[in-house]
């Protein structure tokens, strides 16, 4: 029984690192409304609360994935996660681009308009995520791992080239054909 609790902890922990699109998506769906919450609550709107939960979750995915954070449990990385969140959204109301003024009538018609148009919004958001990790995922494994060196480590094309043994020029236009290819099997599942 241990055991297999144990199983169902990491469960999570394995999508994240083994980028499994279900697990995923499930975990994105269901943490995105606390974020969405504490931004609202505190001053924001429906699309900074999608730009930060975004934002954030691609920081914990990247942290997980390099080992810099080491979860043991589902919890962890829900608390990592939306931390991560509010950490963000701190950090851009106290930016200089966020200082005007609106007032209140503003700000309770702006609610209005979005929470009537969130749900078709979220949808989009939903399934464009789903279309970006099924064509991820429909990748060769050579233009996988490139795409997850340059945008996912941020690894320079001259350290990838290295990596694969062939020349910087080389491995730009690798990057270049997967983009393309990545591009092409997204516009197949629309």
Same mark, same amino acid.
Do not use: H
């Given at each position: 029984?241990?055991?297999? @609790?144990?199983?169902?902890?990491?469960? @999570?922990?394995?999508?994240?690192?083994?980028?499994?699109?279900?697990?995923? /998506?499930?975990?994105? @769906?269901? #943490?995105?409304?606390?974020?969405?919450?504490?931004?609202?609550?505190?001053?924001?709107?429906?699309?900074?609360?999608?730009? *930060?939960? /975004?934002?954030?979750?691609?920081?914990?995915?990247?942290? *997980?994935?390099?080992?810099?954070?080491?979860?043991?449990? #589902? !919890? !962890?990385?829900?608390?990592?996660?939306?931390?991560?969140?509010?950490?963000?959204?701190?950090?851009?109301?106290?930016? &200089?681009?966020?200082?005007?003024?609106?007032?209140?009538?503003?700000?309770?018609?702006?609610?209005?308009?979005?929470?009537?148009? !969130?749900?078709?919004?979220?949808?989009? &958001?939903?399934? !464009?995520?789903?279309?970006?990790?099924?064509?991820?995922?429909?990748?060769? /494994?050579?233009?996988?791992? *490139?795409?997850?060196?340059?945008?996912?480590?941020?690894?320079?094309?001259?350290?990838? &080239?290295?990596?694969?043994?062939?020349?910087? &020029?080389?491995?730009?236009?690798?990057?270049?054909?997967? *983009? /393309?290819?990545?591009? #092409?099997?997204?516009?197949?599942?629309?």
């Amino acid at each position: 029984m241990n055991n297999t @609790l144990n199983k169902e902890k990491f469960v @999570l922990l394995d999508a994240f690192l083994t980028n499994k699109e279900m697990p995923m /998506q499930k975990f994105y @769906l269901a #943490e995105y409304p606390k974020t969405k919450y504490y931004i609202l609550k505190n001053g924001g709107a429906v699309d900074n609360a999608k730009d *930060i939960f /975004q934002e954030a979750f691609l920081i914990c995915w990247k942290k *997980i994935c390099s080992g810099d954070f080491k979860p043991i449990n #589902e !919890q !962890q990385i829900e608390a990592y996660l939306f931390t991560i969140a509010k950490n963000k959204w701190i950090d851009y109301t106290r930016s &200089a681009t966020k200082k005007k003024t609106t007032s209140i009538n503003d700000k309770l018609y702006q609610f209005s308009i979005e929470d009537n148009v !969130q749900t078709n919004e979220m949808e989009k &958001a939903e399934l !464009q995520m789903s279309i970006t990790l099924n064509a991820f995922n429909n990748l060769g /494994q050579s233009c996988k791992d *490139i795409l997850t060196q340059f945008y996912f480590y941020k690894a320079p094309l001259r350290t990838i &080239a290295e990596n694969l043994g062939i020349e910087e &020029a080389s491995a730009k236009n690798k990057k270049y054909r997967c *983009i /393309q290819k990545l591009k #092409e099997i997204a516009l197949n599942y629309k």
